[in-house]
Structure formats: C-alpha cells, structure tokens
T-cell receptor, first 115, second 110 residues
Framework: DAGVTQSPTHLIKTRGQQVTLRCSPK?????VSWYQQALGQGPQFIFQ???????QRGNFPDRFSGHQFPNYSSELNVNALLLGDSALYLC??????????????FGDGTRLSIL | GENVEQHPSTLSVQEGDSAVIKCTYS??????FPWYKQELGKRPQLIID?????GEKKDQRIAVTLNKTAKHFSLHITETQPEDSAVYFC?????????FGTGTSLTVIP
C-alpha cells in the first residue's frame, strides 16, 4: 500500500524563479492538502484540493497556486520566489467522507532552498 | 485566523515517566483534533486523534483528552521510552483547514 509520495526531495532555486512540486496521495485517498513548514515551526496550511478544485485556502499569497489531476495527484506552484519561501513543503492526503476533519497522512516533503 | 497554543515547547523526562503536552484553541466549531509525531528529518506521523463527541481516547501508551468547554486537549504518554523522543504537534480543524501548534520537543532520558 503506497503512502504519500512527493518529488523532488530537495530543490535549490534563486529569487524570482518559479517552482513546481509534486505529490501522489496515499492509495484510496482523494483529497490533497499542502503545507509549508519553516524550521522549528509547525506546518502552515496553504490550500486543499478536492475534485480537482481548490476547496479551502490558508493565508498565503496568490504566488502560491496548485492543481489536482483526475488521478488525485497534485502540484504546488510557487511564482516569483522569495528568500522567505525557503521551507519544507509537505503534502498530506485524506479520504473525503462527506464531513470535515478527516485523518491526514503526510509525505516526506520537498526541502526548498532559495538563494 | 485560528490560533493553537501548545505547551511546553520542550520537555525532558526520565525513561518510564509520563509526559503530558497541552494545547488550547479558540474555534468552538472545531470537531477533529489529531496529534502528530515528527522525528528529525522525517514526515509528521499521525499517532492518535479524537473527535469532538468524545472526551478521551487511548491507544496503548498514548492517550488524548479533550475538554470542549475549556477548549483544550492534551496528549499523555505513559511509560516513556527513548524512541518516544521527537517533536510532537497538536492540530485542529476549522472546516477543511488544519491549524498546527508550534510543537513540543520531547526528550526521553535513558
């Protein structure tokens, strides 16, 4: 039973560039959430995708965008990268059961460094 | 936005002792409260969760209690072992959005 997989594991970019991170959810899951985790902090919710649409969004600027594909996999795109975007980006998947608050399972994350 | 306060930020216990971590929140509509364990360089791992219609849940050495009136929930680890050393995060939901605490670094001293 494959868990949540993310790629790449590490990425180095420079300010102003754009980046795309990828996530495949756990088998049987249909919902994907993205988080940003700065060093020494808890994960911060970016947004959640369900049925190929952004269902809920946290307090992140429009530079952060995403997509979900028919096979439930997802991408996180960040434009005009800033030094402050350096962080671990985590993907979490869950199964929508018609009510909020479902267990989320995390991937290993993508470590993004901005120079 | 929603705020989750987590205490303490660091906790050291002797092997075999108990550890308690507490979180408080403000959104009375929250209905799901998971706890995650994150070892250094690894993914957050769901270790236990509780729903708002339950006051306590236990899984072997780990238990979680929820006081909805006071808006706080706690993680209890009994008979701690060195492998319990990690950072623990509480979380709660507002709709489909999850808010995480700032984490508790637990060290179990052999």
């Amino acid at each position: 039973d494959a868990g949540v997989t993310q790629s790449p594991t590490h990425l180095i970019k420079t300010r102003g560039q754009q980046v795309t991170l990828r996530c495949s959810p756990k088998s049987g899951h249909d919902t994907v959430s993205w988080y940003q985790q700065a060093l020494g902090q808890g994960p911060q919710f970016i947004f959640q995708y369900y049925e190929e649409e952004e269902r809920q969004r946290g307090n992140f600027p429009d530079r952060f965008s995403g997509h979900q594909f028919p096979n439930y996999s997802s991408e996180l795109n960040v434009n005009a990268l800033l030094l402050g975007d350096s962080a671990l980006y985590l993907c979490a998947s869950s199964l929508d059961k018609g009510s909020v608050g479902q267990p989320q399972h995390f991937g290993d994350g993508t470590r993004l460094s901005i120079l | 936005g929603e705020n989750v306060e987590q205490h303490p930020s660091t906790l050291s216990v002797q092997e075999g002792d108990s550890a308690v971590i507490k979180c408080t929140y403000s959104d009375s509509a929250s209905n799901y409260f998971p706890w995650y364990k994150q070892e250094l360089g690894k993914r957050p791992q769901l270790i236990i969760d509780i729903r708002s219609n339950v006051g306590e849940k236990k899984d072997q050495r780990i238990a979680v209690t929820l006081n909805k009136t006071a808006k706080h929930f706690s993680l209890h680890i009994t008979e701690t072992q060195p492998e319990d050393s990690a950072v623990y995060f509480c979380a709660m939901n507002t709709g489909n959005q999850f808010y995480f605490g700032t984490g508790t670094s637990l060290t179990v001293i052999p």
